[in-house]
């Protein structure tokens, strides 16, 4: 089965320093990747996503994620912080079709972004 | 309306009370799935549809009962629940359950069970 770890419950930077939230996967199998976030009193959002095209994939709010196979990660960043990016974050992977008892969607246990002004 | 609803948003409820969660998806997918949010834990799936069949997961209690009349709307049917169901249940929904298809949340409904 997959698994996703994200290293750091809490991250904190500045307004306009860089951000960057780790992740890293385990997979048997090529694995597709995802980030969501999460707004307060919202559901979750995708940001982006690795499917197994390019390894650099650019998503939305200008955060981008670089998918390494040969170090199991998929970090999030993006270059200049703003405050509209204090949220929590959420690493996913995938593999196959869903079916119970392979957990075929994994998230992580999120990382929450707070930026300081 | 569009994107993926859910109503209601909060709902506080009784251990011996019934009560149904709605979702509904305005994006034309073929499959949804139910989510349990609870805080310094990783979202857990509990129940997926996926162009009309059900998947199951056995883990989840007998007490939470999922319902998809269509391929628009989704219901979790909730009796006898325990304080520890208190959390943000998410509805989502994909083109289809292939795992390269993201999937669209709802805003959630936050659960108090008393």
């Known amino acids: 089965a997959q698994s996703v770890t994200q290293l750091g419950s809490h991250v904190s930077v500045s307004e306009g320093a860089l951000v960057l939230l780790r992740c890293n996967y385990s997979s048997s199998v090529p694995p597709y990747l995802f980030w969501y976030v999460q707004y307060p009193n919202q559901g979750l959002q995708l940001l982006l996503k690795?499917?197994?095209?390019?390894?650099l994939v650019k998503g939305i709010n200008g955060f981008e994620a670089e998918f390494k196979k040969s170090e199991t990660s998929f970090h999030l960043t993006k270059p200049s912080a703003h405050m509209s990016d204090a949220a929590e974050y959420f690493c996913a992977v995938s593999v196959g079709r869903h079916n119970f008892g392979n957990e075929k969607l994994t998230f992580g246990t999120g990382t929450r972004l707070t930026i300081i002004p | 309306e569009t994107g993926v609803t859910q109503t209601p948003r909060h709902l506080v409820m009784g251990m011996t009370n019934k009560k149904s969660l709605k979702c509904e998806q305005h994006l034309g997918h073929n499959a949804m799935y139910w989510y349990k949010q609870s805080a310094k834990k990783p979202l857990e799936l509990m129940f997926v549809y996926s162009l009309e069949e059900r998947v199951e997961n056995n883990s989840v209690p007998s007490r939470f009962s999922p319902e998809c009349p269509n391929s628009s709307h989704l219901f979790l049917h909730l009796h006898t629940l325990q304080p520890e169901d208190s959390a943000l249940y998410l509805c989502a929904s994909s083109h289809d359950g292939t795992a390269y298809n993201e999937q669209f949340f709802g805003p959630g409904t936050r659960l108090t069970v008393l």
């Open positions: 690795y499917t197994s095209a390019a390894t």
